[in-house]
């Protein structure tokens, strides 16, 4: 008797400093999944309607302070609170587009200059991503975008520094996408190939497994 594996989700992140249209193309892909009639969710953190994530809105708000370590804590505790949700949603075959993950975590906590491996070790063990499509815009094109400068982060200074912090994170699960042009759909024709890269390899290996984020190989 052949045993049929149910195949897992795909667990897709977004990535790019504030403005770079990541929420648009998350929504792209949302789209494209369900024309495929794939299950698929879209989850961003911060998830700011959850216990931790309201802390978290007030101090993006400027409404409350916190050390920049206790900050980094709570981003992570955020998505420590949903790893198993998100282990469960993706075993029973839902995929799972996020936008912003540990690696936004890593970029705007080091780039006030939190040490980088410290910033990492808290999100260690973490579900990893099957991929991390990160939208590469220069920040001075993001500060010309609609509604920049609201929140605490949004200044080109600083977005700049995030900007270098991204490109230290940068590896093998990374597919970096041009989006200076500002032209949604050729970001996401190259976003589509990757993803459609991603389904014929979870049809061929159909117990594709599900990885760990940051943990040190011996
Ligand atoms: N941000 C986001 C962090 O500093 N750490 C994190 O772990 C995450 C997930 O919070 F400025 C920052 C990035 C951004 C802000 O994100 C809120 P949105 O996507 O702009 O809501
Ligand atoms: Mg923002």
Redesign the pocket.
Known sequence: MEIKLKKRGLFIVIEGI?RSG??TQCQKIYEYLIKKNEKIEQW???D?NGDIGKL?DNY?KNQSEKSDQA??LL??A??WEKNKLLQNKLESGINIVC????F??????SAKGLDLEWCKSTDSGLISPDVVIYLDLDPKEAQNRSSYGE????KLTFQSQVSKQFDKLKDDLWKVIDSNNNNVESTFKEIQIKIDELLKKREEEKDLEIKKLWIKKD
């Open positions: 504030d990541k929420s961003k953190y911060p700011r978290i993006l900050i980094h981003f992570s955020d998505r936008d912003r993950y540990a936004s975590g890593v970029a705007y906590s929140e605490r982060y949004e």
